[in-house]
Structure formats: C-alpha cells, structure tokens
C-alpha cells in the first residue's frame, strides 16, 4: 500500500470536507494525526480513527478518491493505547481550512507514547519528526509514561520499556536513556541498531 505525504493527504481531506453533508467530527490517531496537526515529515497508508468513522465519513472518503486519484483507507483504530487522561488533552487540526471535518487528535505526547509502544521504525521517524518542529520536553514525556501509561500499557511491559529506550535516546541521548534504563531496572542488551 503506497503512502501518502502532506499535500496529497491535505488534498484527499479536502475532498473529503466537500463531500460532507453535514459537520462531522472524526478522533484520528497515528501517522496521519502526526502529519495534519504536528508537520511530521513523514508519509503514512492510512487514516486511524478512533471515532467518527461513519457512513458519512466512507462516504465522503469514496468520493474524495474518485476526485483526486488519492485512495487513503479509512480504518477504525482498534488497538489505539493512549495514556490515563488522554480526553483532557486532545486537540482541534486547524490550519486546513475545513468547514465540515473536525478533527480531533491527541496532544503531541500522548500521540509520541501511543506511536512508541509499537516502536517500528516507521513510527518513531514520525516521532522524531514531530519533535523537531514541535520539540518535546523530557520531563513531560517520561513523566507521562511512568504516570499514565508504563505498567498499564497493553504489552510485555519489558518490550514496552525498551521501546520507550529507544525513543529517549533518539530524542535525547544515549546518556538520558542510560539514566531511565537505571531507574527502571531494564536489563537491557544493545543491538545494532539502538546502540543503547
């Protein structure tokens, strides 16, 4: 499944908008919610939706990849973790000028730790990208994930915590990750690729 950059999303989004009848608001996640709200510079195969995705929406998306060639696949998000209080802290995408679609997403960290628990490559580039023009604060991240998501998350909590390694010391350093992997008690063996 080929993936889409901004512009061709932006695009399909507003195809979308246009083929709405009425207002609808739609709770996206993932690679897309990265791209629309946060500027990730990465590409993504999909639209993870975590509500909203409705007769309307499919609509409306059917339409959108008629008119522009673009075919983004709508999914509903089923297997979505975001940390404790995630509802407290979601946003509205602006800046693309809908009328009808309103989108939802998570705040950027929360959005960072729901894309780390899976930690494939893929995930943590949109990470990454998120935080080099959103930069996000150390201390907020891992506080949230020790508070809100570590020992709760879904997962072998052992891979979890080294995923949330890996992200640390993409972001950070191999020092800081070093310091967490104390804190925590990770036995952790270095691979090729972390180098932690």
């Known amino acids: 499944m080929p993936r889409l950059d901004r512009k061709q999303i932006v695009r399909f989004l507003h195809a979308v908008d246009a083929a709405l009848t009425e207002d609808l608001q739609v709770f996206v996640v993932g690679g897309l919610a990265a791209i629309v709200k946060y500027n990730a510079a990465v590409k993504t195969a999909d639209m993870d939706v975590v509500s909203g995705r409705d007769p309307q929406l499919l609509r409306a998306a059917r339409v959108a990849s008629e008119v ?12 979505t973790q975001l940390p404790w209080n995630y509802e407290d802290r979601l946003k509205t995408v602006s800046g693309l000028r809908l009328k009808k679609l309103i989108m939802i997403v998570p705040d950027k960290y929360d959005l960072a730790l729901s894309k780390m628990i899976r930690g494939d490559e893929h995930d943590l580039e949109a990470i990454e990208s998120m935080h080099n023009r959103h930069p996000l604060s150390e201390k907020t991240l891992v506080t949230r994930f020790e508070k809100e998501l570590r020992g709760i998350a879904v997962g072998d909590p052992r891979n979890i915590d080294l995923n949330m390694l890996q992200l640390v010391e993409v972001l950070y350093g191999r ?9 925590w008690g990770v036995a952790y063996i270095a691979s090729a690729s972390s180098g932690i």
């Not at 983004?72 to 089923?78: D, K, N, Q, V």
């Open 68 to 79: 522009t060639g673009v075919d983004l696949p709508i999914g509903h998000a089923t297997i």
């Open 175 to 183: 020092a800081r990750a070093a310091v967490y992997r104390a804190r």
